[in-house]
């Protein structure tokens, strides 16, 4: 889905379907998010008004994140002719339109007598002349960041039409120390890399977490007591359980989509096969039986299929298969080797890590592996997540030289590459859902 954005002589703007009346003339800006030449939208977006300086701080979030997604380009604010606009005044729009403001947002921050706080916004489309959004949000203080996350999903949405992701986390392998010692912790923080928070003190090695879509809990891998084994943890109370003592190792573990199994690969004898585990019974299913290793599988949106990748024909390559492990076929047919298969939240997409030229590439084709096509190439990338809007993927990489991993983020256009801030290196990112 996407829209168009276009200013007309007669002064007319359209947001997300809001029409005003107007002569015909011809359009000048066009903003399309399925497309890479995206022209990024000039945003005023104004400091909220507030006692303490929290509103500013709210207000710079919410600029950031339309920043970050490359299709807002917020405008100084030492080029802003009007003062001290808050959410009770209607602009003066002639003084936004003529420094090419084409959207503008006010907000305010004010205590509320039971401790909490009221932040209210409003989004105008100042070609038109018109209200397009404006919500009010009671929150406790420690939220600001949160509020701020929130209301640029709201923007984004009737900007674009499509749902925002910039109230989500992302929950990560966090490595520090030499290559050598290398000590890998869970960790978890904002999706922009603020409020990093450790899950896991680092005696243990971690790998591959992954968010439940339902629940705030991760199923991960961990080599406890030099026994490689999946766990899920508890967030909140941080309470940590293996999700089954099998005989041979276990790794890959990715929740389906109503949080009820976990699906995995087991190594045994040499060759791996997959297997999904209801976490209410416990009771596994089988879901391949072949001489090959057969691992990090992903469920569709829907839960009724299921994506692999397997060594089957001789190399790695991307398969799928019905949930009950039936039908299953390979999709990935281009050259060198393909890995870490990922269904996109709208279904409509599988991302994946292909190995070819000595490069690493991260690359989405559709479910019948139509339509391949390479975002980014590189020394080393690798293990891509989607963002909740299917819109974005994050992903880990080497630099040659860097010395370790860090996060980047790229949309699905191919465009707008860029590092995820992390307190060191950092590898498996793991987006979670919209936060409730």
């Known amino acids: 889905m996407h829209m168009n954005l276009r200013r007309l002589c007669a002064a007319v703007l359209v947001f997300a379907g809001v029409f005003a009346a107007a002569t015909p003339a011809s359009a000048v800006v066009e903003l399309d998010i399925t497309q890479g030449n995206v022209q990024p939208l000039p945003i005023a977006i104004t400091d909220f008004q507030s006692q303490d300086g929290l509103g500013k701080k709210i207000s710079d979030v919410v ?81 600001w960041r949160r509020v701020g996350h929130i209301i640029a999903d709201a923007i984004y949405e009737r900007v ?44 243990d090695l971690v790998l591959t977490p992954r968010f439940s879509p339902n629940r705030q809990e991760v199923t991960y891998m961990s080599f406890g007591n030099g026994e490689p084994r999946v766990y899920l943890l508890q967030l909140e109370t941080g309470q940590r359980e293996i999700v089954g003592n099998f005989p041979g190792m276990t790794f890959s ?76 076929q390979r999709i990935s047919f281009g050259d060198g080797t393909y890995s870490t298969p990922v269904w996109s939240p709208r279904g ?19 479910p019948d592996g139509s339509g391949e096509r390479i975002l980014t190439s590189g020394f080393h990338n690798e293990g891509p997540t989607w963002a909740p809007n299917g819109r974005v993927l994050m992903y880990f990489g080497d630099q040659k030289g860097s010395g370790g991993p860090q996060l980047r983020s790229i949309d699905l256009t191919g465009y707008n590459e860029q590092v995820v801030p992390t307190p060191g290196y950092a590898s498996d990112p793991a987006w979670s859902p919209l936060l409730d």
């Open 63 to 143: 600029s950031a994140d339309l920043k970050r997604s490359g299709l807002f380009a917020p405008i100084s604010p030492a080029a802003f002719i009007q003062k001290g606009l808050g959410p009770d005044v209607s602009p003066n729009f002639q003084d936004w339109t003529v420094i090419n403001a084409q959207a503008l947002v006010v907000g305010r921050v004010s205590p509320e007598a039971d401790g909490r706080l009221r932040v209210e916004f409003r989004l105008w489309d100042t070609v038109a002349g018109q209200q397009l959004d404006g919500q009010q949000f009671y929150t406790n203080p420690d939220n």
């Open 253 to 328: 573990p990715r929740f389906s989509p109503d949080g009820q199994k976990v699906i995995m690969s087991l190594q045994q004898n040499g060759n791996a096969n997959i297997y999904a585990m209801d976490l209410r019974s416990r009771a596994t299913t089988r879901l391949t039986s072949t001489n090959a290793i057969d691992t990090s599988p992903s469920f569709s949106p829907d839960g009724t299929r299921i994506v692999f990748e397997s060594d089957r024909g001789g190399r790695q390559q991307l398969y799928t298969m019905a949930a009950d492990g039936s039908s299953q």
């Open 160 to 203: 674009t039409g499509e749902k925002g992701y910039f109230d989500s986390r992302v929950v990560f392998v966090a490595e520090s120390g030499d290559k050598v010692n290398r000590v890998k912790r869970l960790a978890i923080m904002d999706q922009d890399g603020a409020n990093v928070r450790y899950l896991t003190d680092g005696s």
């Open 348 to 366: 409509d997409l599988i991302a994946f890590t292909k190995q070819t030229g000595g490069q690493f590439q991260i690359g989405v084709m559709r």
